[in-house]
C-alpha cells in the first residue's frame, strides 16, 4: 500500500516525524506532498519548497528512513481540481492520511479511503507555534528534528522570519 500526506511543513517538526513513522507501519511506502510549494518569504510560509524539501529528505534518511517520494504540490484556484492537479504530480497511491477537513472532503469526493493522522504533543508540535517561537526566541530547537534546525541555521531562517515581522519604517 502507498499512501499519501499532503502538509505545508513549515517547518517540518517531530510531530510530522512521528507521523511519517507511525503511516509507514501500515503503509510499504509514503508520498509527502509539500503543499502551497508557490509560497515563501512570509509570516505562515516563510520556506521556500526546496528548503522544506531538504529539512524533510535530510530528517528521514538520517534517520534511515528510505520508502519516501517527495513532491512539491503548488495550490490552484479551485478546490474541486485539485485532487487532479495533486494525481498528476505524484505516483499512484492507495490511501490518504490527513486531518484537515478539507483535504478530506476533496479526496473522499474521488473516492479515496482517507485516514486519520494521530497528532502527538500537539501544544508543542505544530508548525505555528514553533514559528511563534522563532519570532520570540523561544527554544524552538526542542520541537523539530536535530536536521531541520540546523538547515534553519545554515539558511538564517530565524532571521528572515523577523525581517518579515518588522514593520515598514521607511
Ligand atoms: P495539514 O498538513 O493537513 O495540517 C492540518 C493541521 O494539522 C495543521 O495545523 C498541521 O499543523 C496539523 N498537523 C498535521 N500533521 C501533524 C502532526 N503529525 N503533528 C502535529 N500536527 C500536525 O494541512 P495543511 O498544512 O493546511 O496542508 C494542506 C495543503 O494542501 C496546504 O498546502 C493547502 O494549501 C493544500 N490544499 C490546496 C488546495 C488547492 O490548491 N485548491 C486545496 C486543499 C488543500 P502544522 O502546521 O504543525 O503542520
Redesign the pocket.
Known sequence: MRAL??????PF????????R?ILKEAKSIII?????Q?SHTLKDPFTAGERHLMISTTLEENKIYDFYLVP???????P??VA?VESLTPKFDRLY???P??RR?FIEKRYRVDS??????DR??????REKMLKGGKWQEDVPQQVSRIVEEIDGVQRLRDLAREDVG
Open positions: 500526506v499532503v502538509g505545508r511543513f513549515q517538526h517531530l510531530g510530522h516525524l512521528e507521523m511519517v507511525e506532498g509539500i503543499g502551497s510549494a509560497y504540490i503548488e495550490d490552484v484556484n479551485s478546490n481540481l485539485w492537479h490527513s486531518n484537515n478539507l483535504v476533496l493522522v494521530n497528532l502527538l504533543n500537539r508540535w505544530s508548525g505555528t507555534r514553533i
